[in-house]
């Protein structure tokens, strides 16, 4: 058997990388028996066919096995995720920081490793996105400043992408496919202007596919999102996905404090002295509250 990845899914055929290879796999039925459907990104034990069932562009196989995944998302539904590129512009389409820190929230609860990439910096002026690049960075996230048209820091990126499962992320406009096509030569994704985008109404519905690197590795282009829901998140471990509050975890008076309104809370008391940015304390409050009323109804 050959061991290889599932890259994309199309009318009830799977297409695995194996060896710099694409097979044509039929899975097994044993798999729809236990109630496991095939995802991008598994890990799967495929035999051969014989030379007749394969056609001009793929040689046929069978996925034999799924190998143990090590995550896997719901959106987009993927597994086996090392890390997560959250991509914003510094000039068009505005840098929204609620959006950005509710992608590092979904990212967190999956232990997916996040970095930060503010991309468009040969149309933006630093003094308007250097405090973006402080307060993350004193968080303690990667926060990779770039031009994917400029080509300026693209290999402070590409360096992290060798040999990983990578999902690209963010919202529409902010240069991802772009991105991937300078860091994939030849690649050829789809890539639009913001505003005609908008006009046109082009909502390109695209499957999910993993996009194999020459250099070892897959990326994942997703379809922008102009707004995120904290899905399958719960209340009580939203402060575990502030990366900040870490350190101050168990110092609070109360067990399980929520940090919201008990006394002697110590994140409180970092907020007071400066420690955590009031701007992330309140999307916390605010999405606890969200989160709270979700529960209630
Ligand atoms: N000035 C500038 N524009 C860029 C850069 N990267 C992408 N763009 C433009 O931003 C628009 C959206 O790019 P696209 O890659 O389609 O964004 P996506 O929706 O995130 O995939 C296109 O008009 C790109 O030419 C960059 O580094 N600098
Ligand atoms: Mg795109
Ligand atoms: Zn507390």
Redesign the pocket.
């Known amino acids: 058997m050959v061991q290889g990845t599932i890259i994309k899914g199309i009318a009830g055929f799977y297409y695995v990388e194996a060896n710099q290879t694409i097979y044509e796999c039929k899975a097994r039925g044993i798999f729809r028996k236990d109630n496991i459907i095939p995802l991008i990104g598994d890990n799967v034990l495929i035999t051969l066919m014989p030379e007749e069932n394969s056609n001009d562009k793929y040689q046929a196989a069978v996925i034999e096995e799924i190998l143990d995944r090590k995550n896997s998302l719901i959106r987009p539904p993927v597994s086996n995720v090392d890390q997560a590129i959250v ?1 914003f512009s510094v ?1 068009y389409p505005e840098l929204h920081l609620d959006l950005l820190d509710r992608f590092l929230i979904m990212i967190e609860k999956e232990n997916i490793i996040p970095y930060i990439v503010l ?2 910096i ?2 933006g002026n630093e003094q308007n996105y250097r405090y973006v690049i402080d307060r993350y960075t004193k968080i303690g996230y990667d926060v990779i400043c770039l ?4 080509e300026i820091n693209i290999e402070k990126l590409k360096e992290k992408l060798k040999d990983k499962t990578t999902v690209f992320a ?1 919202p ?8 991937l096509n300078t860091i994939e030569k030849g690649l050829g994704l789809e ?4 505003s005609d985008k908008i006009k046109r109404g082009k909502h390109t519905t695209r499957h999910v596919e993993l996009i194999p690197l020459s250099m070892g590795g897959f990326v994942l282009d997703t379809p ?1 999102f102009t707004s995120l829901q904290l899905e399958g998140v719960e209340k009580d471990d939203l402060k575990y996905y502030f990366k900040e509050f870490k350190e101050f975890e168990g110092q609070c008076k109360f067990n399980g404090c929520s940090h919201t309104h008990e006394p002697g809370c110590a994140v409180k008391k970092a907020l007071g002295e400066g420690l955590i940015f009031e701007e992330r304390y309140a999307n916390y409050i605010a999405y606890y509250n969200q989160l709270q009323d979700v529960r209630r109804w």
């Open positions: 991509v000039t991309n468009k040969d149309a031009s994917a048209k400029k963010g529409s406009g902010v240069g991802k496919s772009t991105l890539t639009g202007a913001v922008g």
